[in-house]
C-alpha cells in the first residue's frame, strides 16, 4: 500500500500496531497516545506519547519512536526490542521550562524535517503551548529532536563550534563546557576531547566506568552552529546549546568601535568564507538574521547619517532577544 511520508495512524493499522501496553516512569502500566506514521527513506518510523497528559506542569507525556522496514510492522527499538512489549526509543521528554511533550505529528520535507507537538510552560503557569522543532536523524538513522524554534527557520552563517556550550545528559540540568579550539574540552591538558565531521559532533570523555573506557556522544550539529543533539552508548539522550557572550552590535571585528572595518568583515564572513566568533555582531539591524543588509545598515549609519544601531550599542551587552544568531 502507498503511505505518504507524514499520515496519521489509521485505525486499521492501529489495531495492528500499538502496544498491548507501556511502562510509566514508576513501572505502572499505562495507555500509548497519539500515534504517527512516517517514512524517511527506506524506513518506516512510529511516533507514540507513553505516560500522562493533560496535568499541566505535572504532566509525565513523553515522546518515543520505533521503526520497521513494513508500514504493518512489527515496530522496534533501538535494542530490536518489539514496541508491542512497551519498548520503544525515547526522542524527547521534559526538561527546563518545558513539560509533557507530546501529541508529536511529524513533517518530513525534503532535506529538513519537524517534530510539531504540545507541551506545558512552567514559567506560564502550566499553560499549554505549541512547539516546533527540527527532527534531526542521527547516522545509524535514529530520530533526534532538536531545541524549539522561536522564529522561521533562515539561511544564517553558522557560529562556531568552539566557545562556552550548555551541555545536559538525559534532559538534565546543564553544565557549562567550552570545546577549544584545539578539539580539547575545558582545558588544553585534558583527555576529553571533541571532533567534528560534517555534521556529526562528537564527544569523548574517558572514565574507567564507562563503556570502553570512554563515554562518547555522538551527536547532530544544528544548522547555525547553536546547538546540538545526540545520544551515547547506553542511548541517553546528550543535548548542548551555545552560551551567549556580550558584544557591541555591529562591532565585527571585537575592537571595540564601529567603523569601515566592521561592515568590511561582514561582507567576507557572508562572502569570503571569513569566520566569526560572535555572528550577533554583524546582525547590525538586529532582524536575527544575518545577511547583506547588516553591512549595508552599518554603512549607512557611518556615512549616510542612517539610523544609529539598535542595542547593545555603543556599549557591550547581552542581547535579550531569543531571536539573535547568538555569539
Request: proline fraction near 8%; aromatic fraction near 8%; glycine fraction near 12%.
Amino acid at each position: 500500500m502507498a503511505i505518504p511520508r507524514r499520515a496519521p495512524a489509521t485505525l486499521a493499522l492501529l489495531l495492528a500496531l500499538i502496544p498491548s501496553r507501556a511502562r510509566g516512569q514508576e513501572g505502572d502500566v499505562l495507555g500509548v497516545h497519539d500515534p504517527c506514521i512516517a517514512k524517511e527513506r527506506t524506513w518506516y518510523y512510529l511516533f507514540v506519547s507513553f505516560d500522562q497528559c493533560c496535568r499541566g506542569v505535572e504532566s509525565t507525556y513523553r515522546t518515543f519512536a520505533g521503526r520497521s522496514l513494513q508500514v504493518t510492522g512489527p515496530y522496534l527499538d533501538r535494542g530490536q526490542r518489539s514496541m508491542r512489549d512497551g519498548e520503544a526509543t525515547l526522542v524527547l521528554k521534559g526538561y527546563g521550562n518545558f513539560r509533557g511533550p507530546g501529541g508529536a505529528s511529524v513533517l518530513l520535507e525534503g532535506e529538513r524535517s519537524w517534530i510539531v507537538h504540545h507541551e506545558y510552560d512552567v514559567l506560564a503557569n502550566g499553560a499549554p503551548r505549541l512547539q516546533v522543532r527540527p527532527l534531526v536523524f542521527a547516522a545509524d538513522g535514529w530520530p533526534l529532536a532538536g531545541e524549539p524554534l522561536s522564529a522561521p527557520p533562515a539561511e544564517v552563517v553558522p557560529a562556531p563550534v568552539a566557545g562556552n556550550w550548555g551541555h545536559s545528559v538525559d534532559f538534565g540540568a546543564e553544565s557549562q563546557i567550552t570545546l577549544l579550539s584545539s578539539g580539547k574540552i575545558n582545558q588544553a591538558g585534558s583527555q576529553d576531547t571533541w571532533s567534528l565531521q560534517g555534521s556529526t559532533l562528537t564527544l569523548k570523555w574517558p572514565r574507567p566506568d564507562a563503556p570502553g573506557g570512554a563515554w562518547v556522544d555522538s551527536c547532530v550539529l544544528s544548522g547555525d552552529g547553536r546547538s546540538y543533539v545526540g545520544r551515547n552508548q547506553l542511548d541517553t539522550i546528550i543535548r548542548g546549546s551555545k552560551l551567549r557572550s556580550a558584544f557591541v552590535r555591529g562591532d565585527s571585528n571585537g575592537d571595540g568601535a564601529v567603523d569601515l572595518s566592521d561592515a568590511i568583515l561582514s561582507l567576507l564572513v557572508l562572502y569570503g568564507g571569513r569566520k566569526t566568533a560572535c555572528l550577533d555582531s554583524l546582525d547590525a539591524n538586529d532582524d536575527g538574521r544575518v545577511n547583506i543588509a547588516d553591512p549595508a545598515f552599518t554603512l549607512l549609519f557611518l556615512f549616510r547619517s542612517g539610523p544609529p544601531l539598535p542595542p547593545p550599542f555603543p556599549g557591550a551587552a547581552f542581547d535579550s532577544m531569543s531571536d539573535s544568531p547568538g555569539c
